[in-house]
């Protein structure tokens, strides 16, 4: 395999492509999961979950605004910065989302953005989970994924994503 230096460096916020760059792509790689398995449209609640070193310093490097911003649908590399703070503030103070710029849900991030900094998931210290829910609490789909450093995602199973070479 090779890489650019195009690969390595990536562009977007935060001062950590592992905490900002690969939770944003995590969160909008799930919510195309579930616009692509036809469920997006039922969809009433997403929890995520960040663990380890996402889990422990993910408020102060910015994962908690990286997972919000990849849940509506925003792609890391095109994201207008100056626009961030504006879209952070709707989500929060209006408690609500819409998923892959198409679905709005309500979302409350005390209940809905979790972080465990003392626990792991099984391939790497930068875990997230995501848990999408319907009207009745029932579990619509459920993905696993890591940030592997350099903005680079892996699901559960170690496939990479759509923006890896």
Known sequence: MYL??????????????????GPMRAARMFVEKLDGDGVLGRVH?????????????????GSDIATLLGLCGH?????????????????????????????????????????????????HVNGLRFFALDVEGDELATQIYYSVGGGFVIDDSGVRDAWTP
């Open 4 to 21: 650019s230096t195009f690969d390595i460096f990536k562009i977007g916020i935060g001062p950590s492509s592992s905490h900002t760059v």
């Open 45 to 61: 609640r997403i929890q995520s979950e960040l663990y380890g070193s996402l889990g422990a310093t993910g408020k102060g490097h």
């Open 75 to 123: 792609d890391p590399e095109i994201i207008d910065v100056d626009s961030v703070p504006a879209l952070v503030h709707e989500i929060r103070s209006g408690g609500a989302l819409t998923v892959g710029g198409k679905h709005r849900i309500a979302y409350r991030e005390k209940t809905d953005l979790l972080f465990f900094a003392g626990k792991s998931l099984p391939l």
